[in-house]
T-cell receptor, first 113, second 116 residues
Framework: GQQVMQIPQYQHVQEGEDFTTYCNSS?????IQWYKQRPGGHPVFLIQ?????EVKKQKRLTFQFGEAKKNSSLHITATQTTDVGTYFC?????????????FGSGTQLTVLP | GAGVSQTPSNKVTEKGKYVELRCDPI?????LYWYRQSLGQGPEFLIY????????DSGLPNDRFFAVRPEGSVSTLKIQRTERGDSAVYLC??????????????FGEGSRLTVL
């Protein structure tokens, strides 16, 4: 079945440093979504990417979808303590009838003040 | 309500017991998902409903797990003969529909199940 892997599993940064998490799928995706989960909370949608090579920005966050639609990345510029949480990518296979959204294992970000 | 509502928020049960977890999605959302999440892990897909029917139940781990959505709104996840390994947070999410543009999932706060 489809597998979605994320690296790194954990990342500690000083406030103001940049942060990047990478997501790789074993199969080609029709789209990829990113979610943020604060400690003790539930996943909250950040963005969806659909097109090959797509790049989207939300303030200090930059999301990319690979040309082959099998990988993605999230980059945060100048991290703040409010960025603390676990970031998940989630992808939907482009082939077959599967409708499930498969989540990666997440990258837990700690921002040190 | 405005968001996805899940009850109970916490459930402690003994091994072998039967458990029901309820999810009330956002009004008008036709798609409903169940996931479970263990500590330090990503949400693990269980089942997806489009309307009343289970469009994809490939994530249900075994026949002890079953879910229904009889009227296309509220869903119930049912777990028979619970085992300690079933302990996790069970997350429900809804979305407008299966179309690519309507794919954003809105999650509930989850039901934390502990099997002693």
């Amino acid at each position: 079945g489809q597998q979605v892997m994320q690296i790194p599993q954990y990342q500690h940064v000083q406030e103001g440093e940049d942060f990047t998490t990478y997501c790789n799928s074993s199969t080609t995706l029709s789209n990829i979504q990113w979610y943020k989960q604060r400690p003790g909370g539930h996943p909250v949608f950040l963005i969806q990417l659909v097109k090959s090579g797509e790049v989207k920005k939300q303030k200090r966050l930059t999301f990319q979808f690979g040309e082959a639609k099998k990988n993605s990345s999230l980059h945060i510029t100048a991290t703040q303590t409010t960025d603390v949480g676990t970031y998940f990518c989630a992808g939907r296979e482009s082939s077959g009838s599967a409708r499930q959204l498969t989540f990666g294992s997440g990258t837990q970000l700690t921002v040190l003040p | 309500g405005a968001g996805v509502s899940q009850t109970p928020s916490n459930k402690v049960t003994e091994k072998g017991k039967y458990v029901e977890l309820r999810c009330d999605p956002i009004s008008g959302h036709t798609a409903l998902y169940w996931y479970r999440q263990s500590l330090g892990q990503g949400p693990e897909f269980l089942i997806y409903f489009q309307g009343t029917g289970a469009a994809d139940d490939s994530g249900l781990p075994n026949d002890r797990f079953f879910a229904v959505r009889p009227e296309g709104s509220v869903s119930t996840l049912k777990i028979q003969r619970t085992e300690r390994g079933d302990s996790a947070v069970y997350l429900c999410a809804s979305s407008l529909g299966p179309a690519v543009g309507a794919g954003e999932l809105f999650f509930g706060e989850g039901s934390r199940l502990t099997v002693l």
